[in-house]
């Protein structure tokens, strides 16, 4: 059995739409000052706020890559004019970054996979903790 609430997008098919085992969370009666209309404004309001914040993420990973990409390329470009000549790789990379900037050039990547794997495993950290909430 499927009930209807308000529709606060119609241009959605399911919206207003409240399924049975929801039914518990549903007042017989809408609170006092209840306004669907509010309700719709804070919705679009989250929505935009999220989407700014998805924008300046964006911004800063892409202005971040930037930034190692074109220390990568200026670094193959010297190589390529013949500076730097060594069998290691590492150690012609640290005579011309320097030890300082290329622990932060590449700190930043290990930062990254840092926080990849803990999110890629959070579920286990989450786990752990409810295992620790219960005893």
């Known amino acids: 059995m499927k009930a209807r609430g308000p529709k606060l997008y119609p241009h959605l098919k399911t919206s207003g739409q409240i399924d049975e085992k929801d039914f518990k969370y549903v007042p017989a009666e809408p609170e006092p000052g209840f306004s669907v209309e509010h309700n719709r404004r804070v919705i679009e309001e989250s929505i935009k ?3 700014r914040l998805m924008r300046q993420k964006q911004k800063e990973f892409d202005e971040a890559i930037e930034e190692r990409t ?8 010297a190589l390529i004019r013949g500076k ?3 069998s290691d790789p590492h150690t012609a990379a640290m005579k011309y970054f320097g030890k300082k900037e290329l ?3 590449r700190g930043e990547e ?3 996979q840092l926080m990849d794997n803990l999110n890629q495993n959070k579920w286990m950290v989450e786990d752990i903790i409810r295992a620790k909430k219960n005893n």
């Open 103 to 105: 622990a932060r050039l």
């Open 70 to 77: 074109d220390a990568s390329v200026s670094f193959l470009q």
């Open 110 to 112: 290990i930062r990254q």
């Open 49 to 51: 706020k999220n989407d």
């Open 84 to 86: 730097y000549n060594s």
